[in-house]
């Protein structure tokens, strides 16, 4: 929400071919993500006094440090995770919320079944 606001949800992947795949597809249909980083230099905030590590990683790159928490687990993996917190919801007189991402997911859907 700090980085991105409610225009776009924070995409990441440690796959740059579904990363790509992801961001095209909510380019098509204007339910749009950006591409956020995974560096290692992130892992460093997920450290504990009290335990193996935190999942929280503090205020500053919170996004990030949740992405580098699952990224923790799932290096082996293709994976992609979408940070919807700034997108899913309106508030204000319009609250409610907004099916996105739901439109980028079915189009990323309906580009692989074109592929088979």
């Given at each position: 929400v700090v ?43 997920l450290d ?44 204000g007189k ?23």
């Amino acid at each position: 929400v700090v980085a991105l606001g409610a225009h776009a949800a924070g995409l990441f992947s440690n796959n740059s071919p579904l990363r790509r795949s992801l961001r095209d597809a909510g380019e098509t249909v204007g339910d749009r993500a950006w591409p956020m980083p995974l560096w290692e230099d992130y892992q460093s905030q997920l450290d504990s006094n009290f335990a193996d590590m935190a999942n929280i990683g503090g205020k500053g790159a919170g996004a990030v440090t949740a992405a580098s928490f699952l990224h923790r687990f799932a290096r082996k993996l293709r994976w992609a995770h979408l940070d919807i917190a700034g997108v899913a919801w309106k508030s204000g007189k319009d609250k409610g919320a907004t099916g996105r991402p739901v439109g980028l997911l079915v189009q990323y859907l309906v580009d692989r079944a074109q592929y088979e």
